[in-house]
């Protein structure tokens, strides 16, 4: 049995996260409702994988590191919260119905590409070097198990999760 990478794991994330993204705009124009579905499995699982960054791979790389109040994890941290921002300008379109939301898509694809790129060339390698088979299987394992509660929030309305070790 081959060991599971972060790399694999969490940029295989990013490519389902990006292809509901492009549904959503493929289909806002002509079946807004399988659109909105697309988006809300996007969102969902934008919100579930940065919450999961933050509160297990994050803390996982910082251990690794040393590197805890600067360096990587910090820039992410910020590059999240106007992700975050970019997020809700979508969703705000989309719960409206308003189906010209062009402009906001494009701030939020121009967040997520800088950002994803980062984490796919410095935080998850370097995880994977750092740390055990044991302790990416657990930190893999973790995120699976993160509460739908979590993530599954409209509005920017999430509640702090602790992620137990």
């Given at each position: 049995?081959?060991?599971t990478?972060?790399?694999?794991s969490?940029?295989?994330?990013h490519d389902r996260l990006d ?10 124009r ?35 590191t ?25 969703h705000?379109k ?9 402009r906001?898509?494009e701030?939020?694809l121009?967040a997520?590409s800088?950002h ?7 935080l998850?390698?370097?995880i994977?070097?750092?740390a ?6 657990a930190?893999?394992?973790?995120m699976e ?6 993530y599954?929030t409209?509005c920017?309305h ?6 137990g070790?």
């Amino acid at each position: 049995m081959s060991e599971t990478t972060v790399q694999t794991s969490l940029a295989h994330d990013h490519d389902r996260l990006d292809q509901l993204l492009e549904t959503y705009r493929q289909l806002k124009r002509v079946d807004f409702a399988r659109a909105k579905q697309a988006f809300r499995e996007f969102k969902f699982g934008l919100q579930r994988h940065i919450i999961s960054e933050e509160a297990i791979f994050f803390p996982l790389f910082e251990d690794k590191t040393g590197m805890r109040d600067h360096g990587p994890t910090a820039v992410m941290r910020a590059e999240h919260r106007e992700i975050g921002r970019c997020l809700e300008a979508l969703h705000d379109k989309v719960r409206r119905q308003d189906v010209n939301s062009e402009r906001e898509e494009e701030e939020l694809l121009q967040a997520l590409s800088v950002h994803n790129q980062k984490e796919e060339n410095v935080l998850y390698p370097t995880i994977d070097q750092l740390a055990s088979a044991e302790e990416k299987a657990a930190a893999l394992r973790k995120m699976e198990e993160l509460p739908e509660e979590a993530y599954r929030t409209c509005c920017g309305h999430a509640g702090h999760v602790h992620i137990g070790s």
